[in-house]
Nanobody, 113 residues
Framework: VQLQASGGGLVQAGGSLRLSCAAS??????MSWYRQAPGKPRELVAS???????NYADSVKGRFTISRDIAKKTVSLEMNSLKPEDSATYYC??????????WGQGTQVTVSS
């Protein structure tokens, strides 16, 4: 399974970005976005299960929205009211029905103050 992430970039604080991640194939029980800032561990940002249930890091609740398109095998992350502390490399992650796990290559998000 190949994961292709896109949508990162440079934005001013308070702005918005939409990240997308497309899988080459597969059916997934879990699709997630993680992020990693320099010198910090990778952290879960948001996840969505096959049931549609979502989970968010406290730091992004109310600002970020995760969604998926099962037919297109995509997971997206709508990020609003961005803050400088949201700056990081964002990675998509999926867990397939057979519990195989895959990571995307990462897309950079930079929020200027």
């Amino acid at each position: 399974v190949q994961l292709q992430a896109s949508g990162g970039g440079l934005v001013q604080a308070g702005g918005s970005l939409r990240l997308s991640c497309a899988a080459s194939r597969g059916i997934f029980m879990l699709m997630s976005w993680y992020r990693q800032a320099p010198g910090k561990p990778r952290e879960l940002v948001a996840s969505i299960e096959s049931s549609g249930s979502t989970n968010y890091a406290d730091s992004v609740k109310g600002r970020f929205t995760i969604s998926r398109d099962i037919a297109k095998k995509t997971v997206s992350l709508e990020m609003n009211s961005l803050k400088p502390e949201d700056s990081a490399t964002y990675y998509c992650f999926v867990r397939a029905l057979g519990y195989e796990e895959y990571w995307g290559q990462g897309t950079q998000v930079t929020v200027s103050s």
